[in-house]
């Protein structure tokens, strides 16, 4: 079991920054892959990036790619979301989630879960 705790959401303005971190704590974090999912309000939860467990390659989706780095510190077992040039429709929960087996862009198949960190981008 491991346990997830997202922070450093937040209110910014069009083209601003927020580095989201993603605290673990239990079972041992740097043996599982991690990603990054966002929800908007009445729509389904979205693949924003992802990184293997060594760290070594990560993913992103379309609408952030350039804009967002996914990494991730082994020895504090945090990942962090860095988000540079905010756009109004970046405003949405952010989950972490982590999964030991899979590694992808499916939030149904990540096992372990946050409770979210709500970033709100004005225009």
């Known amino acids: 079991q491991v346990h997830l705790v997202e922070s450093g959401g937040g209110l910014v303005q069009a083209g601003g920054s927020l580095r989201l971190s993603c605290a673990a704590s239990?079972?041992?974090?740097?043996?599982?892959?991690v990603g990054w999912f966002r929800q908007a309000p009445g729509k389904e939860r979205d693949f924003v990036a992802s990184?293997?467990?060594?760290?070594?390659?990560?993913d992103y989706a379309d609408s952030v790619k350039g804009r967002c780095t996914i990494s991730r510190d082994h020895a504090k077992n945090v990942v962090y979301l860095q988000m540079n040039n905010l756009k109004p429709e970046d405003t949405a929960a952010y989950y972490c989630?982590?999964?030991?087996?899979?590694?992808?862009?499916?939030?149904?198949?990540?096992?372990?879960w946050g409770q979210g960190t709500q970033v709100t981008v004005s225009s």
């Open positions: 990184m293997r467990r060594s760290a070594l390659s990560a």
């Open positions: 239990g079972r041992t974090f740097s043996a599982s892959a």
């Open positions: 989630a982590a999964d030991y087996i899979y590694y992808g862009t499916d939030p149904r198949e990540y096992d372990y």
